[in-house]
């Protein structure tokens, strides 16, 4: 069983930055795809953005040059940074980890892009 944490969700103003962590509580990290989720409200969930077991790397149209995914395996670690954020960008931030058939989600991280 894989548990996830993510931080670094709030409030920021639009043109503004937040960096969203995930920590895993696994010692076979580094074998996971790793993937950020969004859902705004009365809307689906969607695919932000995911780094592979190998670190490549793969974005939302809606997201490409503003949104960086990256991994640090030492740290058991998914990080988003998230630049130039937009009201849309307003959503529950999910983690989610993928290995085959084995996924699992964190809890969600609230992020609110408002003047």
């Known amino acids: 069983q894989v548990q996830l944490v993510e931080s670094g969700g709030g409030l920021v103003q639009p043109g503004g930055s937040l960096r969203l962590s995930c920590a895993a509580s696994t010692f076979t990290f580094s074998i996971y795809a790793m993937r950020w989720y969004r859902q705004a409200p009365g809307k689906e969930r969607e695919l932000v953005a995911q780094v592979s077991s190998a670190g490549g790397r793969t974005y939302a149209d809606s997201v490409k040059g503003r949104f960086t995914i990256s991994r640090d395996n030492a740290k058991n670690t998914v990080y988003l940074q998230m630049n130039s954020l937009k009201p849309e960008d307003t959503a529950v931030y999910y983690c989610?980890?993928?290995?085959?058939?084995?996924?699992?989600w964190g809890q969600g991280t609230q992020v609110t892009v408002s003047s």
């Open positions: 989610n980890a993928v290995y085959f058939q084995n996924q699992y």
